[in-house]
Every structure is written in structure tokens, then in C-alpha cells.
């Protein structure tokens, strides 16, 4: 097979790093090749976190060019966005339909930009879920990450139970039941693209 390319975005403190670990062993699982990278920025200020995974019969490098993403994990909409333009043409965005205002928006610097599930819609396919509202139905709004990729998975080629068994390999034990429940919840999750943004 021809190597797959995912990119995940995100915000410091979102997860960006364990969910990449996840589709690195999984990858793994199914007997690829795979080279994880991941580029901080100011992670721990609630900066862009991006992780690229790529996985195939042999992987070169870590890095994935502009252009040359399969699939795009963003875990707010400002960060899809923002790395959208990493996307192949026939590449899908899977995004966190929430808002975390970066720095420069908190201190009054710049705007928070309107529209932006309608703006990426014209030029890429687009799913989005409120996955932080369906993580806080769950009873923990920090595996909101494992619902996301558990919409990703139903775009790849692993089988429900080897995510599974990956998951339980790779969360701290404690979290193992709810990450597996999260991720099931958006490895079943049906819906089409919202057509206009909440707030």
C-alpha cells in the first residue's frame, strides 16, 4: 500500500501526543512501517501541538509535506483551519467542532475568526463533532481525543477490536474503560456535517 499520512493538531494539554502514540502502535499492530514525529510549539501555554503519523510497507521520514496528508485530526477548529492546507485534495478534516482562543485572541491582539466549519467546507470534506460535549455525557471531558479518533478509525483499516486492544495498551490503566467507551462512542458516531457553527 501506498504510505498513509495523518496529521493531528491541537492545543497544548489536548491530547495530541497520546492520540498519536494510539494510531503509531496500531499501525504497528497491522505490520507497517511507521514514523511518528512530533513538532511542539508553546505546548504547555496552550500553543499548536502538531504529531504526523505515517505508516506503509516502508516510511522514509517522519515529516509530512503540505499537500500530503490523508487525514487531518484537529481538536479545535482554529487548528484545522489553520494546517488545512497540509490536506490532500481527496483528504478528509476530522475536527472538534470547539473553540479554545488562543493567546493572542485572549490578550485582545486578534479576533477569533467567524465560520471557519463553512470556510474549510468549500475546499475539504469536513466531519465535525462536538466530541468535548459528548466526552462531559460520558462523565470525563478529557477523552473527548479518543472519541475523535474514534471517528478517524472509521476512515482506516484496522478492525474495532484492534483499536480496542491498542487503547488498553497504551492509556494509563485507571482510564482504560472510559477510552475505550469514548472511543466506541466515535467509532459509531453517525453524523453528517453540521451546516452552521454553534458558539
Request: net charge negative; hydrophobic share 40%; aromatic share 8%.
Amino acid at each position: 500500500m501506498q504510505s498513509k499520512n495523518i496529521m493531528i493538531v491541537g492545543v497544548g494539554g489536548q491530547g495530541t501526543l497520546l492520540t498519536s502514540r494510539v494510531l503509531g502502535k496500531i499501525a504497528l499492530t497491522g505490520g507497517y512501517d511507521v514514523k511518528l514525529s512530533e513538532v511542539h510549539g508553546m505546548a504547555q501555554r496552550g500553543g499548536s501541538v502538531v504529531t504526523f503519523v505515517r505508516y506503509g510497507e516502508t516510511v522514509a521520514e517522519p515529516i509530512v509535506e503540505e499537500g500530503q496528508a490523508d487525514i487531518l485530526i484537529a481538536f479545535e477548529r482554529l487548528e484545522a483551519l489553520r494546517y488545512a492546507h497540509f490536506l490532500k485534495p481527496d483528504g478528509a478534516i476530522i475536527v472538534n467542532d470547539t473553540r479554545i482562543d488562543p493567546m493572542p485572541v485572549v490578550i485582545g491582539a486578534a479576533e477569533y475568526p467567524e465560520g471557519i466549519l463553512d470556510t474549510l467546507r468549500q475546499s475539504y470534506k469536513v466531519l465535525a463533532v462536538d466530541a468535548t460535549a459528548e466526552a462531559l455525557k460520558l462523565g470525563n471531558s478529557r477523552v473527548f481525543n479518543t472519541i475523535i479518533l474514534g471517528v478517524a478509525a472509521q476512515k482506516m483499516e484496522f478492525s474495532k477490536e484492534e483499536w480496542l486492544d491498542v487503547i488498553a495498551d497504551t492509556v494509563p490503566p485507571k482510564t482504560v474503560s472510559i477510552n475505550q467507551t469514548a472511543f466506541l462512542t466515535g467509532y459509531t458516531y453517525t453524523g453528517t456535517d453540521t451546516t452552521e457553527e454553534q458558539e
